[in-house]
């Protein structure tokens, strides 16, 4: 496994394209870097009852509601500002690959899906995978587009609760070898308070 901080893409259509996180034009993250560590433990504490009490809400709206609705995520947005942290993330990386020579960047994040030309260089986010279940997908053309999995799984018929939308896996035959290569991964770098543990099993589609 070789981690990189940043990767240079060009696409079919020769656009040169930078790719990496985006933590690092996130003004929130530097700013939390000057706080003080027992504050930031205590954020973090707060964050994780927070979470817990999300999860247990989150089940009752997905029996009742049938949908999530993921109530960590709405106190966050109106405790961080997202909308504001997004745009500012966004016109940071736009200056920052226009100053590098780039036609755009691909980045994360925010967990917010996009696909936009901005500023006259093209912006792009993939989303995520745990809320939004979003991602990028690029044609034999060098044509990019937002993947929304909620509205493709319908279209696929697969109309099981949104909570096991992660298992519908169109290629469901690759998905034993990606387990071993996150198993392999967890073997060498179990994540900041994660025991080290076999996957569970995905449920059947």
Avoid at 121 to 139: E, K, P, Q, R
Avoid at 165 to 178: Q, V
Wanted: with cysteine; charged share 35%; proline share 4%.
């Amino acid at each position: 496994v070789k981690i990189e901080q940043s990767v240079d893409f060009t696409d079919p259509k020769g656009r040169k394209f930078l790719i990496l996180h985006g933590d690092q034009f996130d003004r929130r993250e530097k700013r939390a870097e000057t706080l003080p560590a027992w504050f930031m433990s205590a954020l973090g504490k707060a964050d994780e009852a927070m979470t817990t009490i999300s999860t247990a809400f989150d089940k009752v709206a997905n029996f009742t509601l049938r949908t999530r609705f993921k109530l960590a995520n709405h106190v966050r947005a109106i405790l961080e500002g997202d909308k504001r942290g997004h745009r500012d993330l966004e016109q940071e990386a736009i200056k920052h690959a226009k100053a590098k020579g780039y036609d755009g960047v691909i980045c994360g994040h925010t967990h917010k899906a996009a696909c936009k030309a901005k500023d006259g260089l093209a912006y792009m986010n993939s989303g995520d995978w745990v809320d939004g279940f979003t991602a990028l997908t690029m044609d034999k053309d060098g044509d990019w587009n937002v993947l929304p999995w909620r509205k493709r799984r319908k279209e696929l018929g697969l109309r099981r609760k949104f909570f096991h939308a992660a298992n519908d896996n169109p290629d469901k035959e690759f998905r034993p070898l990606t387990e071993k290569m996150v198993a392999a991964i967890r073997t060498i770098w179990p994540g900041k308070g994660r025991k080290k543990s076999k996957l569970p099993k995905p449920s059947q589609p």
